[in-house]
């Protein structure tokens, strides 16, 4: 047999396994045959078992490629489930502000000069979210994703209550210790005399009356 007679032969015996309902049987069945049937040299058999392999291959991804996702698709299932009803942000700051009798303007004020409403922003001293709670401040207030917006706020707004309790419901002292934290407020007794402090409590005051 030559190589075009056994290229025709491939090409019906492919027709026929893809209408086979065992398609892997069909073409160990006709490889049997092609070696009790022909005298083949063995670089051609070793062609001929090359190329059944490759239509077993290829059957194979035919039949399982569809029910196969893609990275892009998995991802994007993810992240639809993840922001399945997400609540939205208005209402988590609005929700928190009521709850702990905090003015929601300032809250807002707060959250636009920590990280101008980016819930993943960080940094570089590693404070996080959207109130840019340190890991310390947020594990002491039973923050478990610090990345969440819900539990970001709740608990940013929660230490600003504290800190205006602390401090005779002074805004400008709140804010300085919620900066700098409340050892550095005690210790000068006021405002820190820090240019990051002073230029904070300042800026998110103005918007706060703004």
Same mark, same amino acid.
């Given at each position: 047999?030559?190589?075009?007679?056994?290229?025709?032969?491939?090409?019906?015996?492919?027709?026929?396994?893809?209408?086979?309902?065992?398609?892997?049987?069909?073409?160990?069945?006709?490889?049997?045959?092609?070696?009790?049937?022909?005298?083949?040299?063995?670089?051609?058999?070793?062609?001929? *078992? $090359?190329?059944?392999? %490759?239509?077993?291959?290829?059957? #194979?991804?035919?039949?399982?490629?569809? =029910? /196969?996702?893609? +990275?892009?698709?998995?991802?994007?299932?993810?992240?639809?489930?993840?922001?399945?009803?997400?609540?939205?942000?208005?209402?988590?700051?609005?929700?928190?502000?009521?709850?702990?009798?905090?003015?929601?303007?300032?809250?807002?004020?707060?959250?636009?000069?920590?990280?101008?409403?980016?819930?993943?922003?960080?940094?570089?001293?590693? *404070? $996080?979210?959207?109130? %840019?709670?340190?890991?310390?401040? #947020?594990?002491?207030?039973?923050?478990? =994703? /610090?990345?969440? +917006?819900?539990?970001?706020?709740?608990?940013?707004?929660?230490?600003?209550?504290?800190?205006?309790?602390?401090?005779?419901?002074?805004?400008?002292?709140?804010?300085?210790?919620?900066?700098?934290?409340?050892?550095?407020?005690?210790?000068?007794?006021?405002?820190?005399?820090?240019?990051?402090?002073?230029?904070?409590?300042?800026?998110?005051?103005?918007?706060?009356?703004?």
């Amino acid at each position: 047999m030559n190589i075009d007679s056994l290229n025709k032969l491939m090409e019906m015996q492919a027709m026929r396994t893809l209408g086979s309902e065992n398609p892997e049987k069909s073409s160990q069945n006709f490889f049997q045959l092609m070696q009790q049937s022909m005298d083949v040299n063995p670089n051609l058999l070793g062609s001929v *078992a $090359s190329l059944v392999e %490759q239509h077993k291959l290829q059957n #194979a991804l035919s039949t399982q490629i569809p =029910n /196969i996702q893609s +990275p892009i698709e998995t991802t994007a299932q993810a992240i639809h489930i993840k922001s399945k009803n997400p609540q939205p942000l208005d209402q988590i700051i609005k929700t928190a502000a009521e709850q702990y009798q905090v003015p929601e303007k300032l809250v807002r004020s707060v959250i636009q000069h920590e990280s101008n409403y980016n819930p993943d922003a960080v940094s570089h001293a590693g *404070a $996080s979210g959207l109130m %840019q709670l340190m890991p310390g401040t #947020a594990k002491w207030l039973g923050v478990k =994703n /610090i990345f969440d +917006p819900a539990e970001n706020v709740n608990a940013g707004v929660k230490y600003l209550r504290d800190m205006l309790n602390k401090y005779n419901q002074d805004p400008k002292l709140a804010l300085a210790a919620y900066n700098a934290g409340p050892g550095n407020v005690d210790k000068y007794n006021g405002i820190p005399p820090f240019k990051e402090t002073t230029n904070y409590v300042r800026k998110v005051m103005d918007t706060y009356l703004s």
